[in-house]
């Protein structure tokens, strides 16, 4: 828990504080976890959600101005997200 509540982190909430979209970046700086609920997805809220994080985050990383998000390869909605960052498959990790 402790961990979890260091992470960079941002998320947009309903007006009575319910929310409906999270992303955290990793220990190393990836985006480790993007989140949208259901009713909310295909809004535009992951992408923004990513962009906001990376944008005010990453440079705490490094300063190369590279990112990465770890993907599961079949998830294909998430690849998406992140080539509509400007991302590409770089590499393929498995074990």
């Not at 190393?28 to 005010?56: I, S």
Request: hydrophobic fraction near 40%.
């Amino acid at each position: 828990r402790a961990t979890l509540l260091s992470l960079p982190s941002t998320v947009v909430r309903l007006g009575d504080g319910t929310p409906v979209a999270w992303a955290f970046l990793g220990l190393d700086g990836t985006l480790m976890t993007l989140h949208v609920e259901e009713p909310y997805r295909g809004k535009g809220l992951a992408k923004t959600l990513a962009r906001r994080l990376m944008r005010d985050h990453l440079k705490n990383y490094g300063d190369d101005g590279w990112g990465a998000a770890d993907v599961f390869v079949s998830n294909m909605k998430s690849q998406a997200v992140c080539k509509s960052l400007g991302g590409k498959l770089s590499w393929i990790v498995s074990w």
